[in-house]
């Protein structure tokens, strides 16, 4: 399993494998005005917990995306703990999760 410098340092120089991409979105999920889109990222046999928060404000479209030391076994286990992490997230930040008007962004 590569660590966080190997692939830091992968990325710096060019190197790019499958893991490198962005995640596959599993199904949108509505909370609070806001959708969460589960994307898990697959790590050896285990799946970190990982997601995007969506708000929509007229035409435009905010984005906060989230990865967590969580891993579990399934990507299904993942999609699940992923979707209850943002809720999580949503409920702690609550306005100030998209405070800074930013269209894109980690939380």
């Given at each position: 399993m590569p660590s966080f410098v190997s692939r830091?340092?992968?990325?710096?120089?060019?190197?790019?494998?499958?893991?490198?991409?962005?995640?596959?979105?599993?199904?949108a999920v509505a909370y609070k005005e806001l959708v969460i889109h589960p994307a898990p990222e697959r790590e050896g046999n285990q799946w970190r917990v990982a997601g995007v928060i969506v708000k929509q404000s007229g035409n435009d479209e905010m984005e906060r995306i989230f990865t967590r030391a969580d891993t579990v076994a399934t990507r299904e286990e993942a999609e699940s703990l992923s979707v209850r992490k943002a809720r999580q997230i949503i409920d702690e930040r609550g306005a100030a999760l998209f405070g800074d008007g930013?269209?894109?962004g980690r939380t």
């Open positions: 830091l340092l992968k990325s710096l120089s060019g190197g790019s494998s499958a893991g490198d991409r962005p995640a596959e979105r599993g199904e930013e269209a894109t």
